[in-house]
């Protein structure tokens, strides 16, 4: 399931493939969900000079004013290859395909793709409401506070996925964040004081950077005979501090199904 973890390995693999390179072919097609098909015929003959991640955002930049702009959902993912290398998945389910002399970089199952000119970006509603980002080196963790605080009603799982309070955090997260500090996921913002809300954003901004890098996806970095993950799709299974059972249950609006441990999260 694509984070802010995913979508910052993404962009460091991308960038590092696609940077300087020009584009010499580049083409998007309709997916499950997708509002509209932009046209990529523009980008041909330009350059790419940047590829970066802004919370579960991806944007990759050229030198003729243009971002591409995608976003993963549930489902979408980013795949390099070499000129003439088999892809993984069928041409059919190409959201993007963007080709360079040495690098094809193709965006399957996303939907949502955009093409922004840089006046667009700095005034695009999802973009420009988005929260501090954890994996920014310049995050700014008292804004992010305070972004919290304005959702005082909110259960806490809820905010956490609101990306215009915080960027980065998704549904695993969520749930393994507000185990591994103790605190119940249906708990509304307002009750809890500063001290645990900076608690659940320190331990968000650790586990993502730690997940940056690459591999599979854990959470329980130094217990010993754990799994990757504490609760998360494990309901029905022991906790693996307190033996009690977790439970799962759908929250939000979206919804989106949260996981907790009713004997370590009370």
Same mark, same amino acid.
């Given at each position: 399931?694509?984070?802010?973890?995913?979508?910052?390995?993404?962009?460091?693999?991308?960038?590092?493939?696609?940077?300087?390179?020009?584009?010499?072919?580049?083409?998007?097609?309709?997916?499950?969900?997708?509002?509209?098909?932009?046209?990529? /015929?523009?980008?041909?003959?330009?350059?790419?000079?940047?590829?970066?991640?802004?919370?579960?955002?991806?944007?990759?930049?050229? /030198?003729?004013?243009?971002?591409?702009?995608? +976003?993963?959902?549930?489902?979408? #993912?980013? +795949?390099?290859?070499? &000129?003439?290398?088999?892809?993984? $998945?069928?041409?059919?389910?190409? #959201?993007?395909? $963007?080709?360079?002399? /040495?690098?094809?970089?193709?965006?399957?199952?996303? &939907?949502?793709?955009?093409?922004?000119?840089?006046?667009?970006?700095?005034? +695009?509603? %999802?973009?420009?409401?988005?929260?501090?980002?954890?994996?920014?080196?310049?995050?700014?963790? /008292?804004?992010?506070?305070?972004?919290?605080? @304005?959702?005082?009603?909110? @259960?806490?799982?809820?905010?956490?996925?609101?990306?215009?309070?915080?960027?980065?955090?998704?549904?695993?997260?969520?749930? @393994?964040?507000?185990?591994?500090?103790?605190?119940?996921?249906?708990?509304?913002?307002?009750?809890?004081?500063?001290?645990?809300?900076?608690?659940? $954003?320190? %331990?968000?901004?650790?586990?993502?950077?730690?997940?940056?890098?690459?591999?599979?996806?854990? %959470?329980?970095?130094?217990?010993?005979?754990?799994?990757?993950?504490?609760?998360?799709?494990?309901?029905?299974?022991?906790?693996?501090?307190?033996?009690?059972?977790?439970?799962?249950?759908?929250?939000?609006?979206?919804?989106?199904?949260?996981?907790?441990?009713?004997?370590?999260?009370?």
């Amino acid at each position: 399931m694509p984070e802010g973890d995913t979508i910052f390995r993404t962009a460091v693999v991308l960038r590092s493939v696609l940077v300087g390179g020009t584009v010499t072919g580049a083409a998007a097609q309709a997916q499950p969900g997708m509002r509209w098909v932009p046209d990529l /015929d523009r980008l041909v003959g330009a350059a790419i000079t940047s590829v970066e991640s802004r919370g579960k955002q991806l944007l990759i930049g050229f /030198d003729s004013g243009l971002i591409l702009r995608t +976003h993963m959902r549930m489902s979408g #993912s980013w +795949h390099r290859y070499r &000129p003439g290398e088999r892809w993984r $998945l069928p041409k059919i389910q190409a #959201s993007v395909i $963007l080709e360079t002399a /040495d690098a094809i970089a193709v965006c399957f199952n996303a &939907p949502t793709v955009e093409l922004l000119t840089d006046r667009e970006l700095a005034r +695009h509603p %999802t973009l420009a409401g988005l929260g501090p980002d954890l994996l920014a080196n310049e995050f700014d963790a /008292d804004a992010a506070l305070k972004r919290l605080r @304005e959702r005082s009603s909110t @259960e806490l799982g809820e905010a956490l996925l609101d990306q215009r309070a915080v960027a980065g955090i998704g549904n695993v997260y969520k749930s @393994e964040v507000c185990f591994i500090e103790r605190v119940s996921p249906w708990r509304p913002v307002g009750e809890l004081d500063d001290g645990s809300l900076a608690r659940v $954003l320190a %331990t968000s901004r650790r586990l993502l950077r730690a997940n940056a890098a690459g591999g599979a996806r854990m %959470t329980t970095e130094g217990a010993r005979g754990a799994g990757r993950l504490w609760v998360y799709g494990r309901a029905g299974r022991p906790c693996r501090r307190c033996g009690r059972l977790i439970q799962a249950r759908r929250q939000g609006e979206l919804p989106r199904t949260t996981y907790w441990c009713p004997g370590c999260q009370p």
